[in-house]
């Protein structure tokens, strides 16, 4: 499950360009919480907590308890990273975007998907191992938010596929993608005749030195 973390944070009521060169001068960053029942508020983090946080985690989805200190007052809100901007040349974060949710109600979300094992038609057969999805929608209550799904890819062989309803979901996950669609194939490997590589024939003569040697020839006359 996705593991939840505590990130501080503070109410932003500055706005405009020289506020936010204020907020990241002071180490923090500019922040955003979104919801659904909420209007959206502006909010900054440490700058330094957030990188960390970032950096320890696994997956693409991080479930983030917020503690939003106005003025003394700690307000708690459950939510997801939902976006993090990075400076195009400098790499470090200058925006990240929360999206708050309710720790009893299902949200949909993408969660990546990574296979474990090598199949049977790879390693004996020399197959190819395709993956046609990179993440799977899925669906439930953001305690039970997987951080990653992994699929055991080891038992396929040649032309064979493992599909969205085949995946093996956590308890309280169901998935949002349809149930038809190939995750894993194992293609048969790429053979080149050598036979007909052999006999094919040979590339023509070039055109433009038979007439620079025609030309040569007739200067000798």
Not at 112 to 131: D, F, H, I, N
Request: aromatic letters at 2%; charged letters at 25%; a negative charge.
């Amino acid at each position: 499950m996705a593991k939840q973390v505590k990130l501080s944070a503070r109410p932003r009521s500055e706005s405009g360009r020289n506020a936010v060169k204020q907020v990241r001068a002071r180490g923090a960053v500019p922040a955003v919480i979104y919801g659904i029942k909420d209007a959206p508020a502006n909010l900054e983090v440490q700058k330094k907590e957030l990188t960390q946080l970032l950096a320890h985690a696994v997956g693409e989805n991080i479930l983030v308890e917020l503690e939003i200190n106005d003025g003394g007052k700690i307000n708690s809100r459950l939510s997801l990273i939902q976006e993090v901007q990075h400076h195009p040349v400098r790499g470090d974060i200058i925006h990240v975007d929360f999206h708050s949710v309710s720790a009893t109600e299902e949200i949909e979300a993408e969660v990546v998907l990574e296979p474990t094992g090598e199949a049977v038609g790879v390693k004996t057969y020399g197959g190819l191992l395709q993956q046609s999805m990179r993440a799977l929608a899925i669906s439930c209550t953001p305690q039970n938010l997987p951080e990653i799904i992994t699929v055991d890819v080891s038992a396929l062989n040649i032309g064979e596929a493992i599909h969205v309803r085949d995946i093996k979901l956590p308890a309280g996950v169901t998935a949002a993608s349809d149930a038809d669609l190939t995750v894993f194939l194992v293609s048969e490997p790429t053979v080149v005749d050598e036979t007909l590589a052999a006999n094919a024939p040979a590339a023509p003569e070039v055109i433009k030195e038979k007439k620079v040697e025609a030309a040569a020839g007739s200067d000798k006359k």
